[in-house]
């Protein structure tokens, strides 16, 4: 459907959502052979309207990825975006990540299963990429 859903975005039990410190994006992402092969939902956490689906969604298909769910965070005061990975697909989020110049990747932490579909990775938008060019 294309009616935008709100998605649960829960603060992690062990601290504020945001970047861990072993999230950090190398320079040289480890390759993936089929960006297309990989789902990417990205939701909207910066308070800007259409920052998800205008401006980050766009870029993840140009990247070459499947874009999955767009839509809008709960909260919507993140400051830096990052790209949450499910187990398994942390080589996918980082070259997500270096994609559209986002400098953390930490694992999938505090958002509902049911706001990201089948995606293996899902770019949370902060006011940092909501903003810029």
Excluded: F
Aim: glycine residues 10%; hydrophobic residues 40%.
């Amino acid at each position: 459907s294309s009616s935008t859903t709100t998605a649960q975005v829960a603060k992690p039990a062990n601290g504020p959502l945001g970047p861990a410190p072993d999230a950090a994006v190398p320079d040289d992402p480890p390759p993936i052979a089929d960006h297309a092969a990989y789902t990417v939902a990205v939701l909207n956490a910066s308070g800007i309207t259409g920052a998800a689906a205008d401006r980050v969604a766009p870029k993840v298909e140009t990247a070459g990825y499947r874009v999955g769910q767009v839509g809008d965070a709960n909260d919507q005061n993140l400051e830096k975006s990052v790209v949450m990975w499910r187990t398994g697909k942390q080589a996918v989020a980082q070259n997500v990540a270096k994609d559209l110049g986002i400098t953390s990747a930490p694992p999938l932490d505090g958002i509902a299963a049911d706001a990201i579909g089948n995606a293996d990775v899902v770019v949370v938008v902060g006011k940092d990429s909501a903003a810029g060019p």
